[in-house]
T-cell receptor
Framework: GAGVSQSPRYKVAKRGQDVALRCDPI?????LFWYQQALGQGPEFLTYFQNEAQLDKSGLPSDRFFAERPEGSVSTLKIQRTQQEDSAVYLC??????????FGPGTRLTVL | AQKVTQAQTEISVVEKEDVTLDCVYETRDTTYYLFWYKQPPSGELVFLIR??????QNEISGRYSWNFQKSTSSFNFTITASQVVDSAVYFCALSANNAGNMLTFGGGTRLMVKP
C-alpha cells in the first residue's frame, strides 16, 4: 500500500492477556520504529529495526514487551500479561535512512 | 541525552490569525535532524518538515513557515492566516546521528482555531 498500515486499529484486552500488534511498513523502507503514546503526551520510542535486525530496544518498558521483524518487512509488537499501564496508542513508523519517518494510524490498546 | 520542549501546551486563536508554535531542543550531537508533525483528531501523525543541523535557512511552504535558530536551539513553526482545519496537536521532534534515527518528541502543542 501507499502508507504504513497497522492492525488492529483498536484492541481491548483483559489484564493478564497477551496481545500482538501488527505493522506493515511502506514498501522498501528498511527502518521500522515502534513508539508508545500515552493520552495527552508525545510518542515515546520503544524499539528500532533496520531490515530484520533489532538495533535498539532500549525503550521497551519491561521484558513483557517483545518485537520482531523476521523477514525485514512486517513487524509485530507483542505484549505479554498486559497491565493497565500498558493502555496507550502504539505507533509504527518506517523510513529510508535519515529521511522523515512516516507513521501508521496506530493501534489503541485498552487494558481493562 | 536529548530533550525537546514545547512550552505551550494549548493555544487558541481565531481563524485568519497568525500563530507561532515554539520548540526548544537539547542535544550534544553536532549532526542532528529536527522535525514537525501534525496529529489531527483522527490520530495519525502527519510529517510536515525535516531540517538538518547544518541548514539554518528558514523555510516556507504555503501558509507554513519554520524558523531554525541554532544559537538559541529553537525550531519554531508559524502558521499564517490560520484555518479551522489547522486545529490539531503539533509535535516537534529531534533525531541525532548516534541515536539510531529514533525520534525524541516534545509534549506537543494543541492548537484550536475557532471560526
Amino acid at each position: 500500500g501507499a502508507g504504513v498500515s497497522q492492525s488492529p486499529r483498536y484492541k481491548v484486552a483483559k489484564r493478564g492477556q497477551d496481545v500482538a500488534l501488527r505493522c506493515d511498513p511502506i514498501s522498501g523502507h528498511v527502518s521500522l520504529f515502534w513508539y508508545q503514546q500515552a493520552l495527552g503526551q508525545g510518542p515515546e520510542f520503544l524499539t528500532y529495526f533496520q531490515n530484520e535486525a533489532q538495533l535498539d530496544k532500549s525503550g521497551l518498558p519491561s521484558d513483557r514487551f517483545f518485537a520482531e521483524r523476521p523477514e525485514g518487512s512486517v513487524s509485530t509488537l507483542k505484549i505479554q500479561r498486559t497491565q493497565q499501564e500498558d493502555s496507550a496508542v502504539y505507533l509504527c513508523a518506517s523510513s529510508l535512512a535519515f529521511a522523515g519517518q512516516f507513521f501508521g494510524p496506530g493501534t489503541r490498546l485498552t487494558v481493562l | 541525552a536529548q530533550k525537546v520542549t514545547q512550552a505551550q501546551t494549548e493555544i487558541s486563536v481565531v481563524e485568519k490569525e497568525d500563530v507561532t508554535l515554539d520548540c526548544v531542543y537539547e542535544t550534544r550531537d553536532t549532526t542532528y535532524y529536527l522535525f514537525w508533525y501534525k496529529q489531527p483528531p483522527s490520530g495519525e501523525l502527519v510529517f510536515l518538515i525535516r531540517r538538518n543541523s547544518f541548514d539554518e535557512q528558514n523555510e516556507i511552504s504555503g501558509r507554513y513557515s519554520w524558523n531554525f535558530q541554532k544559537s538559541t536551539s529553537s525550531f519554531n513553526f508559524t502558521i499564517t492566516a490560520s484555518q479551522v482545519v489547522d486545529s490539531a496537536v503539533y509535535f516537534c521532534a529531534l533525531s541525532a546521528n548516534n541515536a539510531g534515527n529514533m525520534l525524541t518528541f516534545g509534549g506537543g502543542t494543541r492548537l484550536m482555531v475557532k471560526p
